[in-house]
């Protein structure tokens, strides 16, 4: 058998560092997005290349019938109206400078990345403003005119540890009644909710089975787990719900319950990029900015934040 040879002079990686080069990839690893879905089921009011920063919207009230009583004259309905205004006072910007010695040395890649990720920025926070106005919604401040999930009914506490509860099926039910008592129409009606409640609605049965779903092939919620619709209520998933604590910093999250002509996002400029170059600094300035207001203008019907567990 043949004695093992021990090569100890042999050239190895370390020997041989400075004659290996190292290879930069072109494609950049980003932080995940999140999903943001707020802003494509409001009602959008298209105010680009207007002057003003305030949005008037007539807000009438309804009239009543009156019985026609013989050799009368008719009653008249007196008209009345108030208005509900829109302010537009949310201006955000992203910007950077990019060096000449880095336009030049650097992969295209980075550059890329930053004019996407300025788009990315402010479509966030846009979805932000939209998702926070739910802490006032039916007249409360902090989520405090809230509901739990479980019954859609019992008012969110958040003294001690809280009372937030999962989404059930009579929770849902439980405020799809409320809209209808409040005459809010059935189309357009909404429920956004953090992943975690996605998780639960797939574990009831009620939720995903081939007769309620309705749904065939790769649509069905049993092969994808997609949602859908729950009893004509389209729900959508964000990562970009908020966080709300109890006093005991238990944390909660909030789902949102809407119908589309109860929230309005005025644009008076949508994205837009400039750039310019900058000698003092010797590199090119980019900035991204972006114009509008946000606002319920229906506050105490067709909206309600529905207080869940995080986790």
């Known amino acids: 058998m043949a004695a093992s040879i021990a090569y100890t002079n042999s050239i190895d990686v370390t020997d041989a560092a400075n004659f290996i080069p190292e290879v930069w990839s072109d494609d950049v690893i980003a932080a995940y997005k999140k999903n943001l879905v707020l802003a494509g089921l409001v009602t959008v009011i298209n105010h680009k290349g207007k002057k003003g920063d305030t949005i008037h919207i007539p807000t009438p009230t309804r009239g009543a019938a009156s019985a026609k009583a013989a050799n009368a004259v008719v009653t008249l309905v007196t008209a009345s109206a108030t208005s509900t205004d829109v302010l537009i006072d949310k201006h955000y910007e992203y910007s950077f400078v990019v060096e000449d010695i880095v ?48 019954d859609g009914s019992t008012a969110a506490t958040w003294t001690g540890s809280g009372n937030g509860a999962a989404l059930t099926d009579a929770g849902i039910r439980r405020v799809i009644q409320d809209f209808d008592d409040d005459d809010v129409p059935g189309r357009d009606r909404y429920l956004v909710i953090p992943p975690v409640e996605k998780r639960r609605l797939l574990g009831i049965s009620r939720f995903t089975e081939q007769a309620f779903t309705g749904e065939a092939g790769a649509g069905n919620s049993i092969r994808n787990g997609y949602v859908g619709d729950l009893y004509g209520v389209s729900v959508f998933v964000s990562s970009n719900i908020a966080t709300v604590e109890s006093l005991n910093s238990v944390p909660y999250r909030a789902c949102l319950f809407f119908q589309k002509q109860s929230l309005v996002l005025a644009e008076q400029m949508g994205v837009r990029t400039q750039a310019q170059y900058k000698q003092e600094a010797l590199g090119t300035l980019v900035t991204a900015d972006r114009l509008y207001g946000v606002k319920t203008v229906r506050s105490t019907a067709g909206v309600m934040a529905i207080i869940v567990p995080s986790a």
């Open 103 to 150: 336009e030049v040395q650097a992969l295209s890649s980075m550059r890329r990345f930053h004019t996407d990720d300025a788009g990315y920025a402010l479509a966030t926070q846009v979805d932000v403003d939209l998702r926070n106005l739910a802490a006032t919604w039916n007249g409360g401040t902090a989520y405090s005119a809230a509901v739990i999930g479980s």
